[in-house]
């Protein structure tokens, strides 16, 4: 079973500065599976990233995401007041096909 | 626009089985590219995922609720269901629905979810 660890647990940032948050899979996994979720208090998650790298739909480009085989990352370049939530990554794997959240990562405005 | 709609009890005594259906609006559940899902959240805590099915019955489940859960297909009421067993207070959460494009394996529309207690 994969695990996925997300680090930091907790991140306190200020509007304008650049967040880096990382993701670490106990093995080798396909980049094509790894997604990325953000949430806000209330609210269900939503999809921000995909296949690793590839932005969904309506989403900002300050927003990138990057990695492969173990180390996945999202980074955003220039935090707005609305990017301050919690951040999921998420792998869905073929065998067994099953998938599997990290335990997210706080951003916080500092 | 496609909506999801969770809805059940919000209160469900300990040892019972906890019954929640999702109700899809704006698409077709039969579109051959989805699965759909469920997904849960204990308060304060992480997302778990607990299983998602095809319209045609094929499902898959997390092997550590495998036991307890039962997710079932009705097309004709566009709508997919989860049963989970032999509750206990361990299971209160927030349990979403979801779309999960299954070419990409990612969740792409969600429900706004529904908050079930485990109490007696």
């Known amino acids: 079973e994969i695990v996925l660890t997300q680090s930091p647990g907790t991140l306190s940032l200020s509007p304008g500065e650049r967040a880096t948050l990382s993701c670490r899979a106990s093995?080798?996994?396909?980049?094509?599976?790894l997604a990325w979720y953000q949430q806000k208090p209330g609210q269900a998650p939503r999809l921000l990233m995909y296949g690793a790298a590839s932005r969904a739909t309506g989403i900002p480009d300050r927003f990138s995401g990057s990695g492969s085989g173990t180390d996945f990352t999202l980074t955003i370049s220039r935090l707005e007041p609305e990017d301050f939530a919690v951040y999921y990554c998420?792998?869905?794997?073929?065998?067994?096909?099953?998938?599997?959240f990290g335990q997210g990562t706080k951003l916080e405005i500092k | 626009q496609l909506q999801l709609q969770e809805s059940g009890p919000g209160l469900v005594k300990p040892s019972e089985t906890l019954s929640l259906t999702c109700t899809v609006s704006?698409?077709?559940?039969?579109?051959?590219?989805?699965?759909w899902g469920w997904i849960r959240q204990p308060p304060g805590k992480g997302l778990e995922w607990i299983g998602n099915i095809y319209h045609s019955g094929s499902s898959y489940y997390n092997p550590s609720l495998r036991s307890r859960v039962t997710i079932s297909v009705d097309t004709s009421r566009n709508q997919f269901s989860l049963k989970l067993s032999s509750v206990t207070a361990a299971d209160t959460a927030v349990y979403y629905c979801?779309?999960?494009?299954?070419?990409?394996?990612?969740?792409?529309?969600w429900g706004k979810g529904t908050t079930v207690t485990v109490s007696s």
């Open positions: 998420q792998h869905y794997g073929t065998s067994p096909p099953m998938c599997t």
């Open positions: 093995q080798s996994v396909s980049s094509s599976y």
């Open positions: 979801a779309r999960l494009l299954w070419s990409l394996r990612l969740m792409d529309v």
């Open positions: 704006g698409d077709s559940i039969s579109s051959g590219i989805y699965y």
